[in-house]
């Protein structure tokens, strides 16, 4: 099997141990990670999206070509990407109006929407493709972690059209965490959005900060060891969002966030260096402490 | 208060005024005891402008006292706190002649500047809603399963199911100028629960459109636009990530529109033609945002 990778903007540009982990994960499972060259911003729903439809359309639909042009699907770990990709996909493929409308930009840089793949997200294929019992299989030290699982808000919904899971009461994300010994924690409010998204954290901060607090407000009454997330735009937004809630609240958060990816990483056995987590503002090591003090204790009784 | 001042002062003033702000706009639903208060507020007015009118009102005749003792039966019925609304004309008429008369003969506590009339109604803003194939906007009924369910609208002024309706009454100007409009994170909640299947995110985002066409734009988000114009990407590697791709193995740059210029040069061609560069006012000369 082979996959358009698409990387986007904040995994690659801020959080490399993202994307390592993903190809080193990927390189396990014999699925093939193409690049896609000269690949853009998705753009960015929050700020294109809102700006003009037309712009919007016609960047993520420059990026479409590309992986049409590679005749595979696009997999993206970006639930921002992923809406933006597989929204204006799905788009041109059912308003041929407006795919003539974009398709007259893209004539002038050469290019053509054609519409004959799909856009994927990594979660999705993980789920689907390879299946939960060969993610477990992979598994060299079950992971003895107690997570929030945020699932974002661009990865199920608009659920008429992703039709990925149940955009209220999903299970898919929690089924995966749990494949690699992790437990996923119930917590309050858990489909709400973690605030940065729709342009939010650049125009107005202190708002996306109070969606922010009160996702980490539940997810520490639950007394989670980490947080666990599928979207590089949350995991920033708690990562340094959570500093970003100390500093303003006067809180003293410290829990500890992963990717999706990253998880997968640690449950592989790949060391916080390659998953560069020193990338991160909040200290992964109480996590990491923790899945020490656990394979001590198996070594330690044999 | 506009809008924007009352969002101010919400994050800038100390808790327990920020409290009293909160249920002046008839936000603050996390607390049983002020049902009734919100209450109050929706027999005396149904809109967030006759709201502040209405209180300003009473400051202006310093009838502030009053203000009180309607605080003081927050626990009790509507019709006592109708009673109350009467002292208040009562008092306001004892004091201001004037006022008397002017509010007898128009029966409203609004100014003329600030009812709403066909002239406020824009139909080719409706309209545009319509061609863009969100037709589901006018079978809204305004039951307020949106609004109930919107993670922004419990903490600011963001109100989803009044942006519905003001865009299906062509209320243009309301919409594109209210701050408010910018709160939404498109986490798609209400989306998600409407009873009618209203695309109401994609009426967000048509109504942001039409707002930065307008000029309504927050000089971060044009700063964004300009990083993708600029690098392709909203955002752009810097030194420490280079570092850490180095050091994984993964490669200084990722094999983007940051490794390859002509590419780059494809983003900022669709970008001019499509008009986006003068929309954020950027300048191609520069290479910077005017």
């Known amino acids: ?302 | 208060m506009s809008v924007l001042e009352r969002l101010k002062a919400f994050f800038t003033r100390p808790k327990s005024e920020v409290i009293e702000n909160i249920s002046d706009n008839g936000l603050n639903q996390s607390k049983p005891m002020k049902t009734d208060d919100l209450q109050y507020k929706q027999t005396y007015s149904n809109t967030e402008e006759t709201d502040n009118y209405s209180s300003k009102k009473m400051n202006d005749s310093q009838n502030l006292n009053v203000i009180d003792s309607e605080k003081d039966s927050k626990n009790e019925n509507s019709v006592k706190e109708e009673k109350a609304e009467e002292k208040v004309e009562v008092k306001t008429n004892s004091k201001e002649a004037n006022n008397k008369k002017e509010e007898k003969d128009s029966m409203t506590l609004l100014k003329d500047n600030e009812k709403l009339t066909l002239d406020n109604v824009d139909e080719d803003f409706t309209k545009l809603f319509i061609d863009a194939g969100i037709e589901s906007l006018a079978v809204c009924f305004q039951c307020g399963t949106c609004t109930g369910g919107c993670p922004s609208g419990r903490r600011t002024p963001y109100r989803v199911r009044q942006l519905v309706r003001n865009c299906l009454m062509g209320l243009k100007d309301q919409v594109i100028s209210d701050d408010a409009l910018w709160m939404c994170t498109t986490c798609y909640t209400c989306q998600e629960r409407c009873p009618r299947e209203i695309k109401i995110v994609e009426i967000v985002k048509k109504a942001r459109n039409e707002a930065a066409k307008a000029g309504f734009m927050a000089p971060a988000h044009k700063a964004t636009g300009s990083f993708v114009i600029k690098t392709g990407h909203g955002v752009p590697i810097n030194d420490a990530t280079k570092e850490l791709r180095n050091r994984v193995g993964l490669g200084e740059l990722p094999p983007t529109t940051h490794k390859f210029p002509e590419a780059l040069k494809e983003v900022q061609t669709i970008t001019e033609i499509t008009g986006f560069d003068d929309l954020i006012g950027f300048n191609k000369k520069t290479g910077e945002l005017e």
């Open chain 1, 1 to 302: 099997m082979e996959i358009a990778y698409f990387l986007g903007c904040i995994m690659n540009n801020r959080y490399p141990g993202i994307e390592k982990a993903t190809r080193i994960l990927f390189n396990k499972l014999d699925i093939q990670l193409n690049d896609m060259e000269g690949a853009s911003c998705c753009p960015a729903p929050g700020v294109f999206g809102s700006f003009d439809k037309k712009t919007w359309a016609s960047i993520a639909a420059r990026n479409i070509t590309i992986a049409e042009d590679m005749g595979s699907d696009i997999m993206t770990e970006c639930n921002g990407c992923f809406g933006s990709l597989f929204e204006t996909n799905l788009l041109l493929k059912e308003d041929s109006e407006f795919k003539g409308e974009i398709n007259e930009v893209l004539s002038e840089v050469g290019r053509e929407f054609k519409g004959n793949i799909n856009v994927r997200h990594f979660a999705e294929v993980l789920y689907n493709d390879i299946g939960l019992d060969k993610l477990n299989e992979l598994v060299d030290k079950p992971l003895n972690l107690d997570v929030a699982v945020h699932y974002g808000c661009h990865f199920l919904r608009p659920s008429d059209e992703v039709q990925i899971d149940n955009a209220e009461k999903p299970t898919i994300l929690d089924d995966l965490v749990e494949s690699t010994g992790a437990r996923s924690i119930p917590y309050k409010d858990k489909m709400m959005c973690c605030g940065a998204g729709g342009g939010l954290r650049a125009r107005d901060i202190d708002v996306t900060l109070s969606f922010t607090k009160e996702k980490l407000d539940n997810m520490s009454d639950a007394g989670v060891d980490a947080i666990v997330n599928i979207c590089p735009f949350c995991h920033l937004q708690f990562d340094v969002g959570q500093t970003e809630v100390n500093k303003k609240y006067g809180t003293n958060y410290n829990i500890p966030v992963f990717h999706l990816a990253q998880l997968l990483g640690l449950a592989l056995g790949l060391g916080s260096d390659e998953l560069t987590l020193d990338s991160h503002l909040i200290d992964s090591a109480p996590a990491l402490a923790k899945l020490v003090e656990e394979s001590d204790k198996v070594t330690g009784g044999e």
